[in-house]
């Protein structure tokens, strides 16, 4: 079964950075994934697509601060001086023959 | 720049029935994949429904399966879900998104900002 594993919560300081991390499910580590940010009482945002190989690409608009990687069945999701407004839930997403599946989310605070 | 906006949510009663649309504009809606997605109050992101450019595939997630039924007018640029059969656990705030299906990538690149769904008797 196709499942994404996002830790519950993360917090990091203003300035700082954060990596977030997205775990594949056994047998699906060579899957792509997306990731959406929520920002408080909004509608989801997409940030990128992030590839086996890391190579990602963005949505439009997003700030170079925000990046992604990959190592094996992890994707992750790095944001680099932490703004005010990067506090948010973060969403992994892959998808399989004709089904979409989202990550638990991760909440993130900026201390 | 993108636009979707949804409506037609509101107060059901559980087993009754609720239209939602989705006005789309800004780019060529008949070149995309629309995908519905929900978030019940205070929990995640869980994928409804998606259609193909043309409306001819169609993908459901088995919680809806057989009760919700997803649509498109590709001369109206409107999405539509129709939701029958509603229960409690179908109380969400859902989002349209504009799905990059059929390029290689599954995913939604702009969403909406959704539209309450509330079933209670």
């Known amino acids: 079964q196709l499942v994404l594993t996002q830790s519950p919560s993360a917090s990091a300081s203003l300035g700082a950075s954060v990596k977030l991390t997205c775990t594949l499910s056994r047998g699906h580590s060579n899957y792509a994934i997306a990731w959406h940010q929520q920002q408080p009482e909004r509608g989801p945002r997409y940030l990128m697509r992030l590839n086996t190989d890391g190579s990602h690409s963005k949505g439009d608009g997003i700030p170079d601060r925000f990046s992604g990687s990959s190592s094996g069945a992890e994707r992750y999701l790095t944001i680099s001086s932490l703004q005010s407004e990067d506090e948010a839930d973060y969403y992994c997403q892959t998808w399989d023959t004709g089904i979409r599946v989202f990550g638990g989310g991760t909440k993130l605070t900026v201390l | 720049q993108v636009q979707l906006v949804e409506s037609g949510g509101g107060l059901v009663k559980p087993g009754g029935s609720l239209r939602l649309s989705c006005a789309a504009s800004e780019f060529t809606f008949s070149d995309y994949y629309m995908s519905w997605i929900r978030q019940a109050p205070g929990k995640g992101l869980e994928w409804v429904s998606t259609?193909?450019?043309?409306?001819?595939?169609?993908y459901y997630a088995d919680s809806v399966k057989g009760r919700f039924t997803i649509s498109r007018d590709n001369a109206k640029n409107s999405l539509y879900l129709q939701m029958n059969s509603l229960r409690g656990d179908d109380t969400a705030v859902y989002y349209c998104?504009?799905?990059?299906?059929?390029?290689?990538?599954?995913?939604?690149?702009?969403w909406g900002q959704g539209t309450l769904v509330t079933v209670s008797s």
């Open positions: 998104a504009r799905d990059l299906g059929g390029s290689g990538s599954y995913h939604p690149d702009y």
């Open positions: 259609t193909t450019s043309s409306g001819s595939t169609i």
